[in-house]
């Protein structure tokens, strides 16, 4: 059997071990986030000028995306009296 002091020894040691590779995990996510976010910083300026859209209002996701026509493209709503006369 283990001797108590050498088991508390090895339980700091475990511990220390488990703290580092926190670290270690933590410190990869940092950099693969902020390689990231500095691509995605650079993306919108080189994408923005380059839109075949970049007429169309920006809140309308569903006419970006050409699914649905937009709303601002008409200058007047049609009336009803209008279409009968």
Known sequence: MARP??????????????????????SIANMILDRAGSNI???????????KDAGQPKDEPLAELGVM????SETAPKSDQAAKN
Do not use: N
């Open 69 to 72: 026509p937009s709303v601002g």
């Open 41 to 51: 910083d650079a993306a919108p300026e080189s994408t923005a000028t380059t839109r």
């Open 5 to 26: 002091a050498q088991s508390a020894v090895q339980r700091i040691q475990v511990g220390l071990l488990g703290l580092l590779a926190v670290l270690l995990f933590v």
